[in-house]
């Protein structure tokens, strides 16, 4: 099983629409979680971080389950500018490697 | 400005040619990361370093090799024993301590493909 499992999509919505996305993680030691953002052939930037109480920004909103191991992200009022692929990362507490460690991505596209 | 900037963008490579792919950054991040990604994949390890003249194995380190002799460089070389080296590569970078997601910093990667 992957550490982290995401829905490769693509979820293909209406602007406007409201699409969430749901990542599951493994290991029940994994401290901190991200959503970022890739859009084709660039770099990922990050998104927003999720707390455990849940957490906003603008159209976005994050949500940690930590019993049943997922995370959350809901987009309201789609845009196109929002079709990219969303990436979600964890990092593990307690564990030599200290690096992140990315879902393969759910790609979004929102069409007119 | 600072940054991370990884050379070349684009690069093709015949099969059992060796090819290093180049890192610089100038963040003064003592950690630096090397990610690959396969199309419709996420990023998985390479080859990582926390401080200078050490380096630590990722999920996917057989058929790389890395450096890192000063603390702004962190070159990838891509051998000839690794057999399916096409992929896009991307660099990161972190400042000292636990690495975060808004930490983290990434170059704009490099492609790579094998012909």
């Known amino acids: 099983r992957k550490e982290v499992e995401q829905d490769p999509g693509p979820f293909n919505v209406p602007e406007g629409a409201t699409v969430a996305f749901n990542c599951t993680y493994s290991?029940?030691?994994?401290?901190?979680f991200f959503w970022y953002r890739q859009d084709c052939r660039k770099e990922p930037k990050l998104l927003m971080s999720?707390?455990?109480s849940g957490n906003e920004d603008g159209r976005f909103t994050a949500q940690l389950n930590r019993a049943s191991q997922y995370i959350s992200l809901l987009i309201r009022d789609s845009k196109l500018s929002d079709s990219a692929t969303y990436l979600c990362?964890?990092?593990?507490?307690?564990?030599?490697?200290?690096?992140?460690?990315f879902g393969s991505g759910t790609r979004l596209q929102v069409q007119p | 400005d600072g940054g991370i900037t990884q050379s070349p963008k684009y690069l093709f490579r015949k099969e059992g040619q060796n090819v290093t792919l180049s890192c610089e950054q100038n963040?003064?991040?003592?950690?630096m990361y090397w990610y690959r990604q396969d199309p419709g994949q996420g990023l998985r390890l390479i080859y990582y370093?926390?401080?200078?003249?050490?380096?630590q194995k990722g999920d996917i380190a057989e058929g790389y090799s890395v450096s890192r002799e000063k603390k702004e460089s962190f070159p990838l070389t891509v051998t000839s024993a690794q057999k399916n080296p096409t992929a896009f590569y991307l660099c990161?970078?972190?400042?000292?301590?636990?690495?975060?997601?808004?930490?983290?910093?990434f170059g704009e990667g490099s492609w790579l493909t094998v012909v």
């Open positions: 990161a970078s972190s400042p000292s301590g636990a690495v975060s997601g808004n930490t983290i910093y």
């Open positions: 290991n029940s030691a994994s401290q901190s």
């Open positions: 999720v707390y455990s």
């Open positions: 990362v964890v990092i593990r507490q307690g564990t030599g490697r200290r690096a992140l460690t």
């Open positions: 963040l003064n991040h003592d950690a």
């Open positions: 370093s926390q401080i200078v003249n050490d380096f």
